[in-house]
C-alpha cells in the first residue's frame, strides 16, 4: 500500500493528525509491522522526517527541515548536505542555539531543489552575508501575493536574477 500525504491538502494539523491514524490502522491491519520497533520510537521517526514549525521564523519562512529530515527527504549523506549549503545550491539557515535548518519552501514535495536557486543566492550573497534576509527575500510574498521561490518554480529565473540584483544593490548602500 503506498500512500501519500500532501499536507498543503490539509486544512488542519488535526486532519493531518486523523489522516495518519487513519493510515497507520489500515497499515496495521494489512502488514505485520512488528519489526518497526516500539511505537514511541516509531513516532519519533515519523516526526522527524517532517519540516518543523516551532519557530518565531516559522510565520516568516514557512517549516523548515533539519539535517536529519532532510537526509531522510533528499537521500543523501550528511556531508552531501554540507557541500550543497557550502556551495550555495541549497539555503541553510543556523539557529539562534546553533542547529542547522533548512527552509522548506527550496525543495518540492520530492526532495527537488527550487529551480534556480544557487544563482539566485549567489546574487543576493552580494548584497547580504545574511541568508536569513536571503530566505524572506525568497519567501516574502510581492504585489501579485507571489514569492520569488514561487516565480522560480514557475521558470522566471532571468526575473528574480534582475530582481535579487537589485536587492543586493540596495543592500550593500550604507
Do not use: C
Not at 27 to 54: C, F, I, N, V, W
Not at 93 to 117: E, K, M, N
Not at 154 to 172: C, D, M, T, Y
Amino acid at each position: 500500500m503506498t500512500t501519500t500525504i500532501d499536507r498543503t491538502d490539509l486544512a488542519s494539523d488535526a486532519a493531518l493528525e486523523r489522516e495518519l491514524i487513519e493510515l497507520i490502522r489500515a497499515g496495521l491491519k494489512e502488514h505485520d509491522l512488528t519489526g518497526l520497533g516500539p511505537l514511541p520510537e516509531l513516532a519519533d521517526r515519523m516526526l522527524s522526517a517532517l519540516p518543523q514549525t516551532d519557530s518565531p521564523w516559522a510565520e516568516a519562512l514557512g517549516p523548515v527541515y533539519t539535517t536529519r529530515s532532510l537526509i531522510g527527504l533528499l537521500g543523501v549523506t550528511r556531508q552531501a548536505i554540507s557541500q550543497a549549503a557550502q556551495s550555495g545550491a541549497i539555503l541553510r539557515l543556523i539557529t539562534s542555539d546553533q542547529v542547522a535548518v533548512y527552509p522548506a519552501f527550496q525543495f518540492d514535495r520530492h526532495g527537488a531543489r527550487l529551480p534556480g536557486l544557487a544563482p539566485v543566492l549567489n546574487r543576493l550573497a552580494q548584497g547580504s552575508p545574511d541568508p536569513y534576509v536571503w530566505a524572506l527575500w525568497l519567501n516574502s510574498p510581492d504585489h501579485d501575493g507571489l514569492t520569488w521561490a514561487d516565480r522560480l518554480r514557475l521558470g522566471q529565473l532571468s526575473e528574480a536574477l534582475e530582481q535579487a540584483e537589485l536587492a543586493a544593490r540596495a543592500w550593500s548602500q550604507p
